[in-house]
């Protein structure tokens, strides 16, 4: 007969207990019914607080498109157990549906090697019923959030494997800064086109499956090369591309260096960023208006800097991740959200999964 050792019974209880918090924590989806849109355009400003918002209005005197939506509220952004989440807990939270721990991308917490399955994401539930997809980041491609919506692994540092299942995958467009994985020849064998400039981004047509890898790192110094594409150019020339397919598409776009910003306190540049995602924001409200089939989420991962507003001006206090919940903007199904209420960051990914037509027993949904 074999004992367990004290040290495992207290690995046990506090893994229990953590599980028991998670579900206490969790808020149940309320009983509404979406209705079914053709196109999603899910938009991510990694970093993103409500504070980075009235900072860039108060600082700049602009006028932020993300706030012209009908629909406003906030989400939750704590990670498995309750904790303040990274880019990686966060990212799969918005693309799962499912809690997970900080570090992992794509897989349930309790097994994180994913040995017994893993939670399908919003990319995969679209490919699933025709969709085409596409992932937009100013990060590289294998940075925690468009990993989130295109791999599943134990950890987000895993580039090599991040790498492969996005090359490998059925997304039909994955474009940010080079991962430094693969090179044109061997994205070339998995039949992709491979673009590292902006003219051959422009260059791609719809029945191209791309895989862009750019040099610079856009906006990190707030300085776009002559021939590397902004964040506005890469969401605009990815629906161009998407939306030619009778069952719609599912294109997610990310703005990274609010949050790379916000780690350095670096005001100015953050400011820069946000106001270069709500340009993108932009151009897919005009995309969806004119569309008018087309749902358009605006939301955060979690919140970078805990900027704080003291009596006169809004300040960083921090260089760390914060508990805070971050905006939720909607545009294009009413039913989506009530006005001003918070929810938490699974359900943004499961309502828009039933806005997709999900049924429950489709997603959140675990792949063998």
Excluded at 218 to 226: P, R
Excluded at 233 to 238: D, H, R
Aim: one cysteine or more; charged letters at 20%.
């Amino acid at each position: 007969m074999q004992f367990s050792s004290p040290l495992s019974k207290i690995v046990s209880i506090v893994t229990a207990f953590l599980v028991l918090i998670s579900t206490l924590m969790a808020i149940t989806p309320p009983s509404r019914v979406t209705a079914q849109v053709k196109n999603v355009i899910y938009m991510i400003g990694d970093g993103m607080g409500e504070n980075h918002l009235e900072k860039t209005k108060a600082e700049t005197g602009v006028n932020l498109v993300m706030e012209t939506f009908p629909l406003r509220g906030k989400a939750k952004t704590y990670a498995f157990g309750g904790i303040t989440t990274d880019s990686a807990a966060g990212g799969t939270a918005l693309a799962t549906g499912e809690k997970t721990i900080n570090g992992c991308i794509g897989v349930y917490p309790t097994d994180p090697l994913a040995l017994n399955g893993y939670p399908i994401s919003l990319t995969e539930y679209a490919i699933s019923i025709g969709k085409k997809t596409g992932i937009v980041t100013t990060d590289s491609t294998g940075g925690a959030t468009p990993a989130a919506f295109s791999a599943h692994t134990s950890s987000r540092s895993s580039n090599d494997e991040i790498a492969r299942q996005q090359v490998e995958s059925a997304i039909d467009l994955i474009w940010g800064k080079s991962a430094g994985v693969y090179d044109e020849p061997t994205t070339q064998g998995y039949g992709r086109k491979y673009i590292s400039t902006l003219s051959q981004m422009n260059e791609l047509t719809a029945n191209d499956k791309s895989y862009g890898q750019f040099t610079s790192d856009m906006w990190a110094e707030s300085i776009i090369a002559s021939d590397t594409p902004t964040l506005t150019q890469m969401t605009v020339k990815a629906i161009e591309l998407l939306d030619n397919d009778e069952e719609g598409f599912f294109l997610m776009v990310e703005g990274a260096h609010i949050d790379k910003h916000s780690h350095s306190n670096n005001a100015s540049d953050m400011m820069l960023s946000l106001i270069e995602f709500d340009n993108a924001i932009a151009a897919a409200l005009d995309f969806a208006e004119r569309d008018g089939e087309t749902l358009v989420i605006v939301t955060a991962d979690h919140e970078t800097g805990k900027i704080t507003f003291n009596g006169s001006t809004y300040e960083y206090e921090s260089t760390s991740h914060s508990s805070a919940d971050v905006p939720l903007f909607v545009f294009g199904c009413n039913s989506f959200i009530n006005q001003d209420e918070v929810i938490n960051n699974t359900q943004v990914a499961v309502f828009t999964a039933r806005a997709m037509g999900a049924a429950p027993e489709d997603f959140p949904k675990k792949a063998a």
